[in-house]
């Protein structure tokens, strides 16, 4: 069983239109980040949420983290080519020490 | 944020050989590091937690006398993969731990290291 699910798995839009990603999983988490990778990089950490029902927002990206600490979103107003890439989310568990990430959403964005 | 280097960025090497890779926190101390594989089109697979002054930790199905890690100091560890195999040509990235607030942390990540065995 996959601990965190994420969806959609492949995403392909236009230019300027809005996307929802999700990261959803039954376990409740001390934080959830989430993270975009370009081909042949590594990743590059968006943002980090800790609290329940939080929400962050980074230019055209807004994060959301559920009220109860078991799931996120990250949405994108106007979309651009630039925000192609694979989105992963990741979950550390108190006094685990260690992250735990999705499968990731792959979202391309034509011109 | 914090930055991570890894070096190098690709490599190739023959079957049987044995290839280094770094991974550096440049802008503060890591105590822990992790390093992980990544398939084409897939998300992170864990290999091990590296710990600065302390063996490192595998996850299942890792080898360790395969995939041998050092953490010599708290900005430098590297990952040895011994005695390559094709099979073995993979993304390898590193990443560090930096302590956010309380018991949290965040994850920087290096690069990445393409190697590929022939």
């Known amino acids: 069983t996959q601990l965190l699910e994420q969806s959609p798995q492949f995403l392909s839009i236009q230019e300027g239109e809005n996307l929802t990603v999700y990261c959803n999983s039954s376990?409740?988490?001390?934080?959830l980040q989430w993270y975009r990778q370009e081909p042949g990089e590594g990743p590059v950490l968006l943002v980090t949420v800790v609290t329940g029902g939080e929400v962050k927002k980074l230019k055209r990206l807004t994060f959301q983290f559920g009220d109860a600490r078991k799931d996120s979103s990250l949405h994108i107003t106007a979309a651009q080519p630039g925000d192609t890439g694979l989105y992963l989310c990741?979950?550390?568990?108190?006094?685990?020490?260690?992250?735990?990430f999705g499968d990731g959403t792959t979202l391309t964005v034509k011109p | 944020g914090a930055v991570v280097s890894q070096h190098p960025s690709r490599v190739i090497c023959k079957s049987g050989t044995s290839v280094k890779i770094e991974c550096r926190s440049l802008?503060?101390?890591?105590?822990?590091m992790f390093w992980y594989r990544q398939f084409p089109k897939k998300s992170l697979m864990l290999m091990a937690t590296?710990?600065?002054?302390?063996?490192?930790?595998?996850e299942q199905g890792v080898e360790k006398d395969k995939f041998l890690i050092n953490h010599a100091s708290l900005t430098l560890s590297t990952l040895t993969v011994t005695s390559a195999h094709p099979e073995d040509s993979s993304f390898y990235i590193c990443s560090a731990r930096q302590p956010l607030a309380g018991s949290l942390y965040e994850q920087y990540f290096g690069p990445g290291t393409r190697l590929t065995v022939t």
């Open positions: 802008d503060f101390q890591a105590t822990t």
């Open positions: 590296s710990n600065e002054g302390s063996k490192a930790t595998y």
């Open positions: 376990s409740v988490f001390s934080s």
């Open positions: 990741a979950v550390t568990f108190t006094n685990a020490g260690k992250s735990t």
